[in-house]
């Protein structure tokens, strides 16, 4: 009996060092419901920084390859580019609603949208006169550790030079503001001759 539970014990510590791997039916193409930022070595991180990235489309046809705890593989087809989707580690949300916010089996329909999310989706960027929907198919969605929920009357997202507040009233942005003191806020810049 003591044997059983050793066996049983190691078994358990075993299963807790193992990672979740996501089975992925058929090879089904998807395409990305908002625009990713990757880095030049195709790693997006989950907080959607703005800094040193460039922007994959909204409606980019990909295949996921792999999905774990923590990273979605996936390959843009027309491309044949590689792309690693990282969860951080202040993200309280589960890969799968991460997969599920950002990709999908057809494009949202952008032409329906207002022209400024029409506009801000083409960018990349949040900006006054948008709609909330608008701004997560342009900027993605805000990092949940600092906008726990969609519906709060601000979302915050990491910008070029620090953290950036996109306000809302209802449902339409009023402001775009990067936030003083804010990590990598540099304030205005002074030249002088």
Avoid: K
Wanted: charged fraction near 15%.
């Amino acid at each position: 009996m003591g044997r059983l539970v050793a066996a049983f014990l190691v078994t358990l510590a075993l299963a807790g060092c193992a990672r979740t791997e996501y089975v992925i039916e058929g090879s089904q193409e998807l395409v990305t419901l908002a625009n990713l930022r990757p880095n030049a070595r195709g790693v997006i991180s989950s907080i959607n920084g703005w800094r040193g990235t460039t922007i994959l489309p909204v409606c980019t046809p990909v295949r996921i390859e792999r999905i774990s705890e923590r990273e979605v593989r996936f390959v843009a087809t027309g491309t044949n580019r590689r792309y690693r989707y990282i969860l951080h580690r202040s993200s309280g949300l589960p890969i799968e609603e991460h997969v599920n916010r950002y990709f999908g089996g057809s494009c949202p329909n952008v032409q329906a949208l207002p022209q400024a999310d029409q506009q801000g989706i083409q960018t990349g960027r949040p900006m006054p006169g948008m709609t909330r929907q608008g701004v997560i198919i342009a900027a993605g969605y805000p990092p949940d550790h600092v906008t726990p929920t969609l519906d709060a009357p601000t979302y915050t997202y990491w910008g070029d030079s620090g953290q950036v507040q996109v306000s809302f009233n209802g449902n339409v942005v009023t402001n775009v503001a990067a936030v003083p003191g804010r990590a990598g806020y540099r304030g205005p810049r002074v030249i002088v001759r």
